[in-house]
Every structure is written in C-alpha cells, then in structure tokens.
Nanobody, 118 residues
Framework: QVQLVESGGGLVQAGGSLRLSCAVSGIAFRRKTMRWYRQAPGKQRELVAATTSSGSLDYSDYTASVKGRFTVSEDNDNNTQYLQMNSLKTEDTAVYYC?????????WGTGTQVTISS
C-alpha cells in the first residue's frame, strides 16, 4: 500500500523559512516522479515543483512564483523528499501536498498547512 505523509508545515512570518517533508512508503523510492502542489483558500490546486529521480534528482522544475526560493531535495535512505521554502511570502499560504506517480497511478498525501503572516 502506497502512503505519503507530509509534515513540517506551520505558521511563520514573511521572510522566514520552512522545510516540508514527504515520507513515502509502500514503493521503491528510487525511479519515481514526484510533485508538490498547494491549494490556497478559494483557489485551485497549483503545481509548485515537479521532480523525476532515478536515485538522484535527475530533473526538477518549479513554478515561476517560487523559483529561487523553493528547493527540492531527497533522502533516499529514509524514503523522504523535502521542500525547502525560503523567503516566504504571504501568498505562499496554502495547504501543501506531495504526490507520487507509481505505475501510472497518482498517490497523494493528506497535506500540511503553511501559513505566512505579514
């Protein structure tokens, strides 16, 4: 059974940092496609970062609004992907989700709330 569990959200002031974690179980962590999404109140879910890995991050891309501020990294020993978020802005406030594609099926975590205060 594939499971994803996000953690690391919270309340920080604008300009601060947070590191989100996405722990993956039930599948081989290598050779996968993972994405981070966020959904702010009243808005559609937005793709934040997309990665492809074959043991190390072969490809990563970010939506324009977070480029240069957000970075994805991985810990293969712990089957965990991280989203480091720096220079946070109030508009980054949202529930953040990670998603993995496995054998053509999307598996989602339950999300973690990120709130940025001004």
């Amino acid at each position: 059974q594939v499971q994803l569990v996000e953690s690391g959200g919270g309340l920080v002031q604008a300009g601060g940092s947070l590191r989100l974690s996405c722990a993956v179980s039930g599948i081989a962590f290598r050779r996968k496609t993972m994405r981070w999404y966020r959904q702010a109140p009243g808005k559609q879910r937005e793709l934040v970062a997309a990665t492809t890995s074959s043991g190390s991050l072969d490809y990563s891309d970010y939506t324009a609004s977070v480029k240069g501020r957000f970075t994805v990294s991985e810990d293969n020993d712990n089957n965990t992907q991280y989203l480091q978020m720096n220079s946070l802005k109030t508009e980054d406030t949202a529930v953040y989700y990670c998603m993995v594609v496995h054998l053509g099926v999307e598996y989602w975590g339950t999300g973690t709330q990120v709130t940025i205060s001004s």
